[in-house]
């Protein structure tokens, strides 16, 4: 992970990058977005990819697993509680849906972009 510091207006903002072989994962102030690199795959595609998946916004230590694989969830439940620089992160559902997987296990680091909770429709 690598991180860019951007000035403006007299503020200093600075943002976490971790690349992947499909793009790049961006974090600041708690959240996260994803740059797709490769283009010619469908928006659809690349869309469903990552309102499927919740990932951590910031490197951190998975403090509670509140999910498990086959539990319902509604947009906004909490999936994942992250700790980050003494400050605690709720990792909420982007959708309604099923818990298909589990990738994180309470205790453990984990860095900015790596999957945690992977829905189902």
């Known amino acids: 992970m690598s991180w860019v510091t951007i000035h403006r207006d007299g503020k200093t903002h600075r943002y976490a990058v971790a690349r992947t072989r499909e793009g790049v994962w961006v974090g600041w102030s ?3 977005t994803y740059f797709a690199a490769d283009r010619k795959s469908s928006p659809a595609a690349a869309h469903r990819a990552v309102h499927d998946d919740v ?3 910031m490197t951190g230590k998975v ?3 509140k999910v498990e694989p086959g539990n319902q969830v509604e ?3 909490i999936l ?3 700790e ?3 400050m605690e ?3 909420a559902a982007p959708r309604t849906g099923t ?3 589990v990738h994180c296990r309470e205790g453990e680091l984990v860095d900015l972009g790596k999957i945690l909770v992977t829905l189902a429709e």
Do not use: C, E, N
Request: proline share 4%; net charge positive; aromatic share 4%.
């Open 84 to 86: 980050a620089m003494k």
């Open 30 to 32: 708690g959240r996260s």
């Open 75 to 77: 947009a906004g439940d």
């Open 55 to 57: 990932r951590a916004p």
């Open 89 to 91: 992160y709720r990792l």
């Open 80 to 82: 994942v509680v992250l």
């Open 99 to 101: 818990v298909a997987a």
């Open 63 to 65: 403090v509670a697993v």
